[in-house]
């Protein structure tokens, strides 16, 4: 188990702990559930590179204690 932190740049920051073989999209449900908004609405980022949800975290290196930018759309 690893746990990631999101921040959405307006005061809520998430961690949620989660396993490096999930994939983007099974991250994204964990974080709508913990801060009550729809999976589809959440974008995930780091830096200028924008998260594909069928990607696992492992294979875009995200360990723990990782800080991802996190966006509404």
Same mark, same amino acid.
């Given at each position: 188990m690893i746990e990631v932190i999101c921040n959405?740049?307006?005061? !809520? &920051?998430?961690?949620?702990?989660c396993d490096p073989d999930d994939t983007i999209g099974d991250f994204k449900k964990l974080v #709508? #559930?913990?801060?009550?908004?729809? #999976?589809? !609405?959440i974008v995930? !980022? &780091?830096?200028?590179?924008?998260?594909?949800?069928?990607?696992?975290?492992a294979d875009?290196?995200?360990?723990n204690g990782a800080s991802l930018e996190m966006y509404y759309s």
């Open positions: 959405d740049r307006l005061g !809520k &920051k998430v961690r949620v702990k #709508a #559930a913990q801060i009550g908004t729809s #999976a589809e !609405k995930l !980022k &780091k830096w200028y590179n924008t998260f594909k949800d069928h990607i696992t975290l875009y290196e995200i360990s």
